[in-house]
């Protein structure tokens, strides 16, 4: 998550190519070559600039959630912060939280499979 794109840096510097149809904002989806072709590695999405100085520029862990409306609002009543609210992008529902301590994850709700089902 950014408020600014990286997307040319991380093709540049690992390899990566943009997928086809998904270089759109606010979320983009990387493909990295293996030993059966290409794959979905990773995903950016873009975020306004009070959420990025919230949450930071970094790499996030993604959790699944059968139930993201449930999970972010037990989080939310145990002492999280709800930061980005339940939204659909290309690979489902997500919402980002953060614990009491600041440590932020992003939830994605009912991934198909590794990878989701964009994988």
Avoid: H, N
Avoid at 53 to 68: E, F, H, K, P, R
Avoid at 79 to 99: W, Y
Wanted: hydrophobic letters at 45%.
């Amino acid at each position: 998550m950014t408020a600014d794109t990286t997307d040319d840096y991380w093709s540049r510097q690992l390899g990566w190519s943009l997928r086809a149809g998904t270089d759109i904002k606010p979320f983009a989806l990387f493909d990295a070559a293996d030993d059966t072709g290409t794959r979905a590695i990773a995903g950016r999405l873009l975020v306004d600039e009070a959420t990025a100085a919230q949450v930071g520029a970094s790499w996030m862990c993604y959790l699944a959630a059968t139930d993201i409306t449930l999970v972010t609002d037990t989080a939310v009543a145990g002492g999280a912060t709800l930061l980005i609210e339940p939204r659909e992008v290309p690979t489902g529902v997500i919402a980002a939280i953060a614990d009491p301590y600041g440590t932020v994850c992003t939830l994605l709700e009912d991934p198909i499979g590794w990878g989701g089902a964009w994988s």
